[in-house]
């Protein structure tokens, strides 16, 4: 599925629902989370609908490759310079609030 129309992270791609944007393009979109953990709390999510790492397949290598490479970029640009965490959660057991991969 590329697009889920009640999934909250689609709508935020969609434009329907407001975001502070840090970064786009083509496949990713880059927002700030609304109730951050940390000074700093991006939120890097691919465009196309991926539900949470369960679903990703080799095919999706490239996307997450690109997703994770940016991260410094994203860091630098946003001032954290002494250090960050990256986290992916999967699934309800595993933490996920929102069944967009984030």
């Not at 786009?24 to 700093?40: K, N, R």
């Amino acid at each position: 599925m590329s697009h889920d129309p009640n999934c909250i992270f689609c709508k935020i791609v969609d434009g329907k629902i407001p975001s502070r944007k840090f970064y786009e393009d083509d496949e990713i979109l880059v927002f700030h989370d609304i109730a951050p953990w940390a000074p700093v709390h991006l939120l890097v999510i691919p465009k196309r609908h991926i539900p949470s790492m369960v679903e990703v397949t080799p095919a999706d290598a490239p996307l997450l490759g690109r997703m994770m490479t940016m991260v410094p970029k994203l860091m630098l640009d946003s001032g954290v310079t002494n250090g960050y965490r990256i986290m992916v959660n999967t699934g309800q057991d595993g933490g996920q609030e929102v069944a967009h991969l984030h």
